[in-house]
T-cell receptor
């Protein structure tokens, strides 16, 4: 069964450093998403991406964040200068043409020290 | 997207049906009801969705009231592995630009299946 994969599973970084979180969506999917979940809190939407551009973004997704689909398979989230409050689980998701069922990856746990 | 209300927690005996309610009294005509679950910090998992008819798949059944203001997710024979937070989400499938809409997660219902 096809699945969304994410690397790394756990990333530890120093405050102010740049991090890139990587995702491989399901191969024939057209819509891509990033969500995050701070420990003990709700899953929060960050950004959606379609047709090589951002479709929607939340207030969390400020200038420190960017997304890219550098090739036909990867979808990345970059945080330019990490803050302590960026520590969270980051989930990538993708969906097909109908956009109904979003498939989530296992997440990357980001720890900012 | 319309707001949903779910009980914060429920218990269910293993092997029995789990019935998880959701209120969405402000749902619009073009909004679907989606159910996802999250097993202990794993990525959320899609379960089922519907517009106005009842739906069934290999995981669960979704019962939507005729006025669409509430729905119930039914896990027919709950197992210990069904212990998770269950989220009821109401949204249109596509935004005005044609792109698929985000999911807005609430606090959900923590279902605990007891042996």
């Amino acid at each position: 069964e096809p699945e969304v994969t994410q690397t790394p599973s756990h990333q530890v970084t120093q405050m102010g450093q740049e991090v890139i979180l990587r995702c491989v969506p399901i191969s024939n999917h057209l819509y891509f998403y990033w969500y995050r979940q701070i420990l003990g809190q709700k899953v929060e939407f960050l950004v959606s991406f379609y047709n090589n551009e951002i479709s929607e973004k939340s207030e969390i997704f400020d200038d420190q964040f960017s997304v890219e689909r550098p090739d036909g398979s990867n979808f990345t989230l970059k945080i330019r200068s990490t803050k302590l409050e960026d520590s969270a689980m980051y989930f990538c998701a993708s969906s097909g043409l109908q956009g109904n069922e979003q498939f989530f990856g296992p997440g990357t746990r980001l720890t900012v020290l | 997207d319309a707001k949903t209300t779910q009980p914060p927690s429920m218990d269910c005996a293993e092997g029995r049906a789990a019935n998880l309610p959701c209120n969405h009294s402000t749902i619009s005509g073009n909004e679907y009801v989606y159910w996802y679950r999250q097993i202990h910090s794993q990525g959320p998992q899609y379960i089922i969705h519907g517009l106005k008819n009842n739906e069934t798949n290999e995981m669960a059944s979704l019962i939507i009231t005729e006025d669409r203001k509430s729905s119930t997710l039914i896990l027919p024979h709950a197992t210990l592995r069904d212990t998770a937070v269950y989220y009821c989400i109401v949204r249109v499938a596509r935004g005005s630009s044609g792109s698929a809409r985000q999911l807005t997660f609430g606090s959900g219902t923590q279902l605990t299946v007891l042996p």
